[in-house]
């Protein structure tokens, strides 16, 4: 584990992200950054997405801070995708069956 519990792969899957986020989108804007807490302060961003995995990579590829995801439970299984989802500190959420 690295700094504050993160994997030590964050910063590499976050590059990776962030080159993802150039190649498939154009502009990427953000706004309202002057809101967000220093380092340090706790914080919740919270969105709501229609896409399985797009927002969560955007996200994580352009916010200069640690992002946590909430990840469905089942997405560790995935043997590509669970590797992602490991290295992107996901934290997994178990749903009743």
């Given at each position: 584990?690295?700094?504050?519990?993160?994997?030590?792969l964050?910063?590499?899957?976050?590059?990776?992200?962030?080159?993802?986020?150039?190649?498939?989108?154009?502009?990427?804007?953000?706004?309202?950054?002057?809101?967000?807490?220093?380092?340090?302060?706790p914080?919740?961003?919270?969105?709501?997405?229609?896409?399985?995995?797009?927002?969560?990579?955007?996200?994580?590829?352009?916010?200069?801070?640690?992002?946590?995801?909430?990840?469905e439970?089942?997405?560790?299984?995935?043997?590509?995708?669970?590797?992602?989802v490991?290295?992107?500190?996901?934290?997994?959420?178990?749903?009743?069956?």
């Amino acid at each position: 584990m690295g700094k504050g519990g993160t994997p030590a792969l964050y910063s590499v899957i976050s590059w990776l992200f962030h080159g993802n986020t150039t190649v498939f989108y154009a502009t990427v804007e953000k706004k309202g950054l002057e809101n967000v807490p220093p380092e340090g302060e706790p914080t919740i961003l919270c969105f709501n997405h229609g896409n399985s995995l797009g927002d969560p990579i955007v996200c994580l590829g352009t916010t200069p801070r640690v992002v946590r995801c909430f990840a469905e439970d089942t997405l560790w299984k995935i043997p590509f995708i669970g590797t992602l989802v490991r290295m992107s500190a996901a934290i997994p959420v178990y749903r009743k069956k």
